[in-house]
């Protein structure tokens, strides 16, 4: 097939596929192969146009429907997913590259967040305060804000969006998805599942594109408010720049996420949880670790423990019959990157224990493998222990104490994630308290909140006050008013007063 007859995939609006106004396109590739499998259409701002008039219609129809009739739809979605699952897992895989299973499992926690939201009814009630003052009653009420945008990185295609769009569609808001050009069509298939659940046209819909999309939504007065997964410096931009035009913003940013061994931790247990937790998803993950902090005097063992691990580890196409452990990266560009933070690391003198550069897979050999990486002794001041790799590279860095790995962490610009390993309770509870991170993990690597919490890191890893899902999402996704109502009683009604109100 030549460059010219790919398929193009398009963008969902009013109800619709449709490639647009524009020409202009980007190539999707299969990571695993290297080949261009489609190309996806970019957005220019006549179609960022044509996408918010129709959501604007969208919402108006409805943020009118019931609340028993959009809970309706919502199961409807809920069941359509479950049942048509696999086919979102075989998508993913082909564009992102993560082994099946893994697409699977972000499917499944993002399933979690539609069911939450089944559950909205309970959770947008009101409050309401019967005879605050004599024959005066006060309530308040969780309404809709409009049209909502969000915009998501590569590496979660179905689970970052699904964080938001179950809880804003219950709320009532209708959504415009700017899905991340490397692997768009997870989006379009979701987009046709909410038209099958019996959302009208408009409710949801599918913008693709680059900056000149993002830039839209971030112009338009049309939207109400911003919900962005990506790198911090974008993360930064997209806050500031939806703040200044008076949207409500929530931008979640990279992460650089540490794991404190104590010397009493089950060594086993750790070097599991750190080849689990660095090297699943080829490390694309935020949450993700990255560094090993290592209290002495366990750093010897504990390499040796992970080495032997990553020597079974089985990579290949994610697609392929016998599923390996480990799929490729996003990109050729994102491959060299990483490779190139390996090479700094060793030039700044870490110890490469198992180098992943150069890695190919037998038949697969334009694909965008990088093997796992095990780096020793990595130096604090080197950018491959401060900056985000985003790779299946795992640092390990050995410290005289406690005190000395909490302080590395909290030095550091993200506050994503992180997680001690340790037998004793009394220092897990310290770290809870001390550590400036978001997420903390107790013999847990990949402490990502279920649904009814809230996801979300502190400093460079989000912007903005509201996590992702939970009690966060629905007060992120309304607004609220208060009512303050008398019905006159004949018999008390009490004639003209210009003072300030009071409850007397
Ligand atoms: P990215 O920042 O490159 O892209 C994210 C989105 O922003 C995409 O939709 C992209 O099209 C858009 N974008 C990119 N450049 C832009 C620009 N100059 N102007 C406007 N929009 C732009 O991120 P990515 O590479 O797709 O994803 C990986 C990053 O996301 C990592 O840093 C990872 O840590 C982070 N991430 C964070 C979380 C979290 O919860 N904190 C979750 C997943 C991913």
Not at 380 to 385: D, E, V
Not at 438 to 455: Q, R, T
Request: proline share 5%; aromatic share 8%; glycine share 10%.
């Amino acid at each position: 097939m030549t460059d010219n007859e790919l398929p193009v995939i398009a963008h969902w609006i009013d109800g619709a596929a449709t490639t647009g106004a524009g020409d202009r396109t980007a190539p999707v590739y299969n990571p695993a192969t290297g080949a261009a499998q489609a190309h996806v259409a970019l957005a220019d701002q006549a179609d960022v146009d044509a996408a918010l008039a129709s959501a604007e219609r969208g919402f108006a129809e409805w943020s009118g429907y019931s609340i028993a009739r959009r809970q309706s739809v919502l199961f409807a979605f809920r069941e359509l997913l479950n049942a048509r699952k696999g086919e979102l897992a075989e998508i993913i895989t082909a564009e992102h590259g993560k082994v099946r299973s893994d697409a699977m499992a972000e499917i499944l926690r993002g399933q979690e967040v539609v069911e939450l939201a089944t559950g909205f009814p309970h959770l947008l009630k009101g409050a309401y305060s019967e005879n605050a003052s004599t024959g005066v009653d006060v309530y308040s009420l969780k309404q809709p804000l409009g049209v909502v945008g969000i915009i998501s990185p590569f590496n979660f295609p179905a689970m970052v969006p699904m964080w938001f769009f179950p809880i804003a569609l219950a709320a009532g808001n209708a959504v415009v998805v700017k899905p991340s050009e490397k692997d768009p069509s997870a989006s379009l298939w979701v987009a046709r599942l909410w038209k099958e659940a019996g959302v009208p046209d408009g409710v949801f819909t599918v913008l693709q594109g680059d900056k000149v999309a993002v830039d839209g939504l971030l112009a338009s007065p049309v939207v109400q408010s911003i919900s962005f997964v990506g790198s911090t410096p974008i993360a930064q931009y997209i806050y500031e720049t939806a703040a200044r035009n008076g949207k409500r913003v929530q931008a979640l940013g990279g992460a650089k996420n540490h794991m404190l061994v104590l010397p009493d931790a089950d060594l086993d247990l750790v070097a599991d949880s750190a080849v689990n937790a660095g090297f699943g998803a080829a490390g694309e993950r935020c949450m993700a670790i990255s560094v090993v902090l290592a209290v002495e005097p366990v750093a010897d063992a504990l390499v040796a423990k992970i080495q032997e691990r990553i020597a079974t580890l089985r990579i290949g196409n994610g697609a392929g019959a016998d599923e390996p452990d480990m799929g490729p990266l996003i990109s050729a560009a994102h491959r060299d990157k990483v490779s190139s933070y390996v090479d700094t690391a060793e030039a700044d003198g870490a110890r490469v224990v198992v180098d992943g550069r150069g890695f190919t897979v037998d038949g697969h050999e334009d694909g965008f493998f990088f093997g796992p990486t095990l780096l020793d002794a990595v130096p604090t001041t080197s950018r491959a222990y401060t900056e985000e790799i985003f790779g299946p590279v795992l640092s390990v860095v050995r410290v005289a104490s406690y005190e000395d790995g909490l302080a590395l962490i909290n030095s550091g610009e993200f506050g994503n994630g992180t997680a001690i390993f340790t037998n004793d309770g009394g220092a897990a509870r310290r770290f809870q308290n001390e550590v400036q991170v978001g997420m903390i993990g107790i013999n847990v690597p990949i402490p990502v909140p279920v649904a009814y919490h809230s996801f979300g890191g502190w400093k460079k890893s989000l912007f903005g006050d509201a996590k992702a899902y939970g009690a966060h999402g629905f007060d992120f996704f309304t607004r609220e008013k208060a009512v303050t109502s008398r019905w006159l009683d004949p018999a008390t009604h009490g004639g003209i007063n210009l003072g300030f109100p009071q409850n007397a």
